[in-house]
Every structure is written in C-alpha cells, then in structure tokens.
C-alpha cells in the first residue's frame, strides 16, 4: 500500500516536472517579434508540455544582457533574439549549439541562401532567421515626376546624389535625401560601411591593416558629407532609423535609404501620409560590382547553456518555419508576415500583391553577399560589419568621428585620420596586427 | 529675528521658485503629455495638447502585465530599504557616539564604492549570483539594492545621528538602559525624521535603479525598470508607448513622494539649521 503511494507520488511528481518546463525567450521589441508573442496559443497548444517565458529589452541592452549570460554560461535564456553579426563570433566561441534538429517538415533548403550564409559557420546553421532584411532606396513618386526625374531600378549614386540635390532646390520644405547621421556601429556605421563597400572601400586589407587612409574611404565620407550638406535634413547627425523614418513618413524625404523592412512602414495608410506615393530601387552603387547595401537577419539561436534544448529547439523551428509564415497570414494578412527569410514567400502570389516591396526586397537581399562583401579581398566576413567581437566598441568609435564630421564639428580629412589612428592602435592591442 | 523683505521681492522669489520648479519638473509632465498621445502625433513635433487618447496604454497593457512588474518593484524597494535600515543603524550609531581615528577612512571608503562604476563588476557579480542560483530571483536583487544603498544610507544617518546630543545617550546609560534599550527606545526615536526621509530616499534610489535591475533578472523578479525597456524599439515607432509605460511606472513613486514631501523636505534639511 504503502509502496503504490510512494510510486504513484513519484509518477505525479515526475509527469508535473514533466508538465512544467518553461523555456524563456530573449527578444526585442520589434513589430514581428510582439506579434509572435501574441500567437504563441498555437505553439503551446501544439506542445502543451512546454510554457514560454518572455523577456523583452532594448536591443543594446538585451546584446549585452545575452552577451554576459551566455559568456559566463549563466543559463537564463533558453532562445535569444541575435543578429547576423553575433552569430559567426560565437559560433565560433562555441556558445551557441547547431540547428540541427528542426524537424522533417523544416525545409532548411528554402531559407535565402544569402540569410543562411550569414548565420552558418563551416556549413552548420546556428541560428533560425525570424525576419530578413536589407537596405533599399525609397523614394517618393510623385516628387520625381514633378521633377522630369525617372529612377532606375539600380541607381547610381552619381543619379541619387543630382537627384536628391534637384529636388531640395525645387521644393523648400522636402530634403533631397535622408540617411542615418546618428553615431553607432548598428546606426550611421551600418549604412556608411555598407556604401564604402559600394565605393571600393574596406575597413581591412587582407593583413588586418586599417585602411582609413586610403583615397577611397575619402571618396565616401567626402560624397555622404557633402550630399548630406546640399540636400539633407537639419541636424541629420542625430537621426537614426527611427528619426527618418518619421520624417519621411511625414512628407519630409525625397529619398530614404534604409532597412527593405521600412517598406511596410512607410506604406501603411494609417502612419504614413505619403502610403500611396513611395516608390523602391535597389541601393545605389558605383559601377564596382557592389552595392551600398546590407545584410541582417534578427535570428533565434539556443545557447550551449540552456538546460532545456529540444524544447528551445522545437520553439525556433516553430517561430521560423513555412507553417508560422501562413499562420500570421492567416491572422493578420500577408503584408504582417515577418520577410526576408524564406525563398518560398517571394514565389507566393498572394505575398506579391500584398506587399508591392516583395520583389525589390529580394533582389537586395540576394544582392548582399557577407561572404565576399568588398571590391578588394578582405580577411573578414559581413557586409555592414566586421564580424569580429571588437567591432562594436571600434565601430562606434568610428561612427562618432564619422557623424561629428557630418555636423561639421570636424573635417573630413581630419575624421579619417583619427579613425585611422584608433584603428591601428585597437587592432594593435587586439593582436590583429603583429 | 528675520529680515523684512517686501512684497515685491517675495513675489520675485515665489515665482522664480515655481520656474526653477516647472523646469524641472517638465521632462516628466511632457512624459505624461505624450503617453495621451497617438505616436504618429508624438513624433509630429511639440505640442502641448494631447488628443487625450489611451490607445498607448492600453496597448501597453496588452503586451506585458503591469502588476507583476509592480509587485516586484515594490518587494525590492521597500525589502532593500527595511533591510539596509537594519544594518546601517547600528552602524552610524557607532560612528557617531563611539567614534575611533579610523571612523572617518571609513566612512570615507564606503562612500569611495559608490565611485566604482557598476558594469566594472557585472561579470564578477554575476558569476556569484550564478554559483548562489540567486540569478533573476528577488532574494538576490533585494541583497543587491540594499549593498549599494547601504553607504549612502549609514552616511545619511550618520549626519542625523550626529545632531543627536551625546549626553541623551549617557542620561539613558545613567538609567540602566542596555545597548539595545538606548539603539531602540532612546536614539531611534529622536532620529525619526531622519530615519523617515532616509527610507524615503533609499525606496526611491531603489525603486528607480536600472543597471543591476535589468542585468540581474529576466522575468520572475523584473521590476518596472525592465518594464519601460521593454518598450523601446529600434525599427518602429514607440514614443507614446515608452511615455505611457514610464507614467506608470514612475506614477506610485511619484504619488508617494507627494504625500511625504513634509517629511522629506524635514528630513533633508534636518541639521542643516543651527
């Protein structure tokens, strides 16, 4: 007697332990990732075994909340919300573990090659894309018509640059064109990397030797600055994303180029004054091969920590897979469904007339290459990065020399040289350069 | 006996009184202006007059739970407190009355780890809280704020204690009263506004710190500083959302710190007159 209620005590025990595992979920507060918090009814209903603990912070807190856990293995997080820059360094680091375990049903052939590069290392995924994105030119149709000026699908940044400098001229309250001034390696230096890239420029030559020196970093910073001079906005070195964003929703902005996941934004009726008149290019290069375009995808990876991976395991693949793409779908549209990630969803007709970006979107998303992102050869990965782990403190560094010129606290010429100089003495100290 | 000062100069002060005040408080009355807010009118420039909507917090409140980051806030602040009164009582009140030379350096080195700056020991304390399993439980935060309140706590009453005349104290020795008779039915009584404001500060330095509040918890014991952070937004608009999440978050600190004014403003000007 005794004995059957030892054992059945120990089996209820056992089946509640068994009922009550809780996977938490390191996340950022972006439209898609608070969407898939309201849809998680389906996964738990789906797996009534598991329960999901969310925690959501702002992205630089939540890079260093993830960063101090999953460096001292603390083992609070079962999933975190990472970008492309982080998942090559700790791949490598052996923080986080292979995808390997997604299921029959996963397809990992379908996600965009160019996303799926971006978060592999020797040929392992070791991270989920949630959504994709690149960088493209939006631009306003009717202030172009006005103008007797057609973009091209793939611009130049001699045309962008005449462009945007024709319409400040003709129109007293509209700004030629908005870029991000804001200093920061994930603000001005995303874009400014992205188009040096398209300018012949590199961060590195192939023996980690700062190239801030060389006459095509002077190309760049010279064009941006003086573009932003004739045809920018007022106090342009403090916007970021969303500072144009604003503006040019509110008519203010010829030209924006920024994330392709600003589309849905600015064609929104209800936030946007201007839904019906945004027209999308390709960002503008120099005829070098490259584009000043970017690669992100904001992933979901499983720390080597987490006590509870098959469980974290099942959660990605059911928050990235094909089924969760129909399933926001189904529940909110196919304009809400999170892009970039699956080639699938760019072949979908009903995705193509909801979101007219859709096309553009992927040409920009297949016109970034993280693995061989620069005119010359360099020895590092990432387009709008560099991914190694010093970069954030170094880019940031950089993108406040960059933006101080912008305000025209500094020159050109003397930004590049101090950026130069830090360069060599960080990449020095991290034994970069022997 | 006091000066005679005019009307007119009363006036003056009075209502450079109220600017001074006004400007400082204005930060936190646009916060509650905007949380009215829709966010396409909050980024749309200044402007003092809201639509009056509530759509920012109801959709505040439909995305994280208010309450349970309330609680927690207010188990830490008052926990901390209650608990650095404990220790920091004893404390001045040997540096006050019992005074050695070194009573100073000491003083003097524990204001000193006030002057560390916290992210220099994050990894350190992190890997304790992990070895302890005190991560993101409200045990370990609470031992958190009340260290790092503690200093200014034991300096706080210190200057409070020091006010107290000694020969109080040595009249209750006379009478027979034992240590703890004098530590509890002699000085703490006296110290009473002082202890007041003490606790008032101490709930609200503990209310508002958001380093190891954010770095040291992930849901079960997260209070409202990683309430409004979870309302910031790199691609999207949020500056309605983030205004009506900060009015609530700061709305219990702020009623409270009305209602105690006297209290405070007694306390922090206690001994300031001679």
Same mark, same amino acid.
């Given at each position: 007697?005794?004995?059957?209620?030892?054992?059945?005590?120990?089996?209820?025990?056992?089946?509640?332990?068994?009922?009550?595992?809780?996977?938490?979920?390191?996340?950022?507060?972006?439209?898609?990732?608070?969407?898939?918090?309201?849809?998680?009814?389906?996964?738990?209903?789906?797996?009534?075994?598991?329960?999901?603990?969310?925690?959501?912070?702002?992205?630089?807190?939540?890079?260093?909340?993830?960063?101090?856990?999953?460096?001292?293995?603390?083992?609070?997080?079962?999933?975190?919300?990472?970008?492309?820059?982080?998942?090559?360094?700790?791949?490598?680091?052996?923080?986080?573990?292979?995808?390997?375990?997604?299921?029959?049903?996963?397809?990992?052939?379908?996600?965009?090659?160019?996303?799926?590069?971006?978060?592999?290392?020797?040929?392992?995924?070791?991270?989920?894309?949630?959504?994709?994105?690149?960088?493209?030119?939006?631009?306003?149709?009717?202030?172009?018509?006005?103008?007797?000026?057609?973009?091209?699908?793939?611009?130049?940044?001699?045309?962008?640059?005449?462009?945007?400098?024709?319409?400040?001229?003709?129109?007293?309250?509209?700004?030629?064109?908005?870029?991000?001034?804001?200093?920061?390696?994930?603000?001005?230096?995303?874009?400014?990397?992205?188009?040096?890239?398209?300018?012949?420029?590199?961060?590195?030559?192939?023996?980690?030797?700062?190239?801030?020196?060389?006459?095509?970093?002077?190309?760049?910073?010279?064009?941006?600055?003086?573009?932003?001079?004739?045809?920018?906005?007022?106090?342009?070195?403090?916007?970021?994303?969303?500072?144009?964003?604003?503006?040019?929703?509110?008519?203010?902005?010829?030209?924006?180029?920024?994330?392709?996941?600003?589309?849905?934004?600015?064609?929104?009726?209800?936030?946007?004054?201007?839904?019906?008149?945004?027209?999308?290019?390709?960002?503008?290069?120099?005829?070098?091969?490259?584009?000043?375009?970017?690669?992100?995808?904001?992933?979901?990876?499983?720390?080597?920590?987490?006590?509870?991976?098959?469980?974290?395991?099942?959660?990605?693949?059911?928050?990235?897979?094909?089924?969760?793409?129909?399933?926001?779908?189904?529940?909110?549209?196919?304009?809400?469904?999170?892009?970039?990630?699956?080639?699938?969803?760019?072949?979908?007709?009903?995705?193509?007339?909801?979101?007219?970006?859709?096309?553009?979107?992927?040409?920009?998303?297949?016109?970034?290459?993280?693995?061989?992102?620069?005119?010359?050869?360099?020895?590092?990965?990432?387009?709008?990065?560099?991914?190694?782990?010093?970069?954030?403190?170094?880019?940031?560094?950089?993108?406040?020399?960059?933006?101080?010129?912008?305000?025209?606290?500094?020159?050109?010429?003397?930004?590049?040289?101090?950026?130069?100089?830090?360069?060599?003495?960080?990449?020095?100290?991290?034994?970069?350069?022997? | 006996?006091?000066?005679?000062?005019?009307?007119?100069?009363?006036?003056?002060?009075?209502?450079?009184?109220?600017?001074?005040?006004?400007?400082?408080?204005?930060?936190? /009355?646009?916060?509650? @202006?905007?949380?009215?807010? *829709?966010?396409?009118?909050? &980024?749309? +420039?200044?402007? !003092?007059?809201? #639509?009056?909507?509530?759509?920012?917090?109801?959709?505040?409140?439909?995305?994280?739970?208010?309450?349970?980051?309330?609680?927690?806030?207010?188990?830490?602040?008052?926990?901390?407190?209650?608990?650095?009164?404990?220790?920091?009582?004893?404390?001045?009140?040997?540096?006050?009355?019992?005074?050695?030379?070194?009573?100073?350096?000491?003083?003097?080195?524990?204001?000193?780890?006030?002057?560390?700056?916290?992210?220099?020991?994050?990894?350190?304390?992190?890997?304790?809280?992990?070895?302890?399993?005190?991560?993101?439980?409200?045990?370990?935060?609470?031992?958190?704020?009340?260290?790092?309140? /503690?200093?200014?706590? @034991?300096?706080?009453?210190? *200057?409070?204690?020091?006010? &107290?005349? +000694?020969?109080? !104290?040595?009249? #209750?020795?006379?009478?027979?009263?034992?240590?703890?008779?004098?530590?509890?039915?002699?000085?703490?009584?006296?110290?009473?506004?002082?202890?007041?404001?003490?606790?008032?500060?101490?709930?609200?330095?503990?209310?508002?710190?958001?380093?190891?509040?954010?770095?040291?918890?992930?849901?079960?014991?997260?209070?409202?500083?990683?309430?409004?952070?979870?309302?910031?937004?790199?691609?999207?608009?949020?500056?309605?959302?983030?205004?009506?999440?900060?009015?609530?978050?700061?709305?219990?600190?702020?009623?409270?710190?009305?209602?105690?004014?006297?209290?405070?403003?007694?306390?922090?000007?206690?001994?300031?007159?001679?």
């Amino acid at each position: 007697m005794i004995r059957t209620l030892i054992l059945s005590a120990t089996a209820s025990l056992l089946a509640f332990a068994a009922h009550a595992e809780t996977i938490t979920i390191a996340t950022v507060n972006n439209g898609d990732m608070i969407r898939m918090q309201k849809l998680t009814d389906d996964f738990t209903s789906k797996n009534p075994d598991i329960e999901l603990n969310w925690v959501t912070l702002e992205e630089n807190v939540l890079r260093e909340r993830v960063t101090t856990d999953i460096a001292t293995k603390g083992g609070q997080y079962d999933v975190m919300t990472i970008g492309t820059y982080e998942v090559p360094i700790w791949a490598k680091q052996n923080w986080l573990l292979p995808l390997d375990n997604l299921g029959d049903d996963y397809d990992v052939a379908d996600i965009i090659p160019a996303i799926a590069g971006g978060l592999s290392v020797d040929g392992k995924l070791y991270a989920a894309p949630f959504y994709g994105e690149s960088s493209f030119v939006m631009y306003r149709k009717d202030l172009f018509e006005k103008a007797g000026l057609t973009m091209p699908d793939a611009p130049t940044w001699d045309f962008v640059g005449e462009a945007a400098r024709k319409i400040k001229a003709d129109n007293t309250d509209v700004n030629g064109i908005c870029l991000r001034g804001k200093a920061g390696w994930g603000e001005n230096m995303a874009f400014l990397t992205a188009m040096s890239n398209s300018f012949g420029a590199r961060w590195f030559d192939e023996n980690w030797q700062p190239q801030f020196d060389q006459p095509e970093w002077k190309e760049t910073l010279e064009f941006y600055v003086n573009l932003m001079k004739d045809a920018g906005p007022q106090g342009a070195s403090s916007n970021g994303f969303n500072e144009n964003l604003a503006l040019f929703q509110q008519g203010k902005c010829a030209m924006w180029i920024d994330a392709t996941v600003a589309a849905s934004f600015v064609t929104n009726p209800t936030d946007s004054t201007v839904a019906d008149k945004v027209g999308f290019a390709l960002a503008p290069d120099k005829g070098l091969g490259k584009r000043g375009n970017w690669l992100w995808a904001w992933s979901l990876g499983i720390p080597a920590g987490s006590q509870k991976a098959d469980a974290a395991q099942k959660f990605v693949s059911w928050a990235t897979s094909k089924a969760y793409l129909e399933l926001v779908a189904s529940k909110e549209g196919w304009a809400n469904v999170p892009p970039g990630t699956r080639t699938s969803l760019y072949e979908n007709p009903e995705y193509q007339k909801a979101a007219p970006f859709a096309k553009m979107t992927l040409d920009s998303i297949n016109a970034a290459d993280p693995n061989n992102p620069t005119v010359k050869p360099v020895p590092y990965t990432g387009v709008q990065f560099v991914a190694i782990p010093e970069f954030q403190g170094l880019g940031t560094t950089v993108g406040q020399l960059f933006s101080a010129a912008l305000a025209g606290q500094m020159s050109v010429d003397d930004a590049l040289a101090q950026a130069q100089q830090v360069s060599v003495r960080e990449m020095t100290r991290s034994g970069y350069i022997k | 006996m006091s000066r005679a000062v005019s009307t007119q100069t009363k006036f003056g002060w009075t209502i450079a009184a109220w600017l001074v005040a006004l400007l400082i408080f204005f930060p936190i /009355l646009y916060t509650i @202006i905007t949380s009215f807010k *829709t966010e396409t009118e909050a &980024i749309a +420039g200044f402007d !003092l007059i809201p #639509s009056g909507t509530l759509q920012s917090y109801a959709e505040v409140e439909a995305q994280n739970s208010y309450f349970k980051f309330f609680v927690n806030s207010v188990i830490l602040s008052v926990g901390s407190t209650l608990l650095a009164l404990i220790v920091a009582i004893p404390a001045a009140w040997s540096m006050a009355f019992a005074p050695t030379n070194r009573t100073k350096d000491i003083l003097m080195w524990m204001l000193s780890t006030k002057m560390m700056p916290a992210a220099a020991v994050l990894v350190p304390i992190y890997l304790l809280f992990r070895d302890a399993g005190l991560l993101d439980s409200r045990v370990g935060l609470t031992l958190m704020l009340m260290l790092i309140n /503690l200093p200014i706590v @034991i300096w706080m009453l210190y *200057t409070y204690f020091r006010e &107290i005349p +000694g020969e109080i !104290l040595e009249a #209750s020795r006379m009478d027979g009263a034992s240590l703890w008779n004098e530590i509890v039915y002699v000085l703490t009584p006296m110290a009473v506004p002082g202890i007041a404001s003490t606790m008032l500060l101490n709930i609200i330095l503990a209310w508002n710190e958001a380093f190891w509040t954010l770095r040291l918890t992930t849901t079960n014991a997260a209070p409202l500083t990683a309430f409004i952070a979870s309302f910031s937004s790199p691609q999207g608009l949020f500056w309605a959302k983030l205004s009506a999440a900060s009015t609530l978050a700061i709305a219990p600190i702020l009623i409270m710190g009305w209602f105690s004014q006297r209290q405070l403003v007694r306390g922090l000007t206690f001994g300031a007159v001679k």
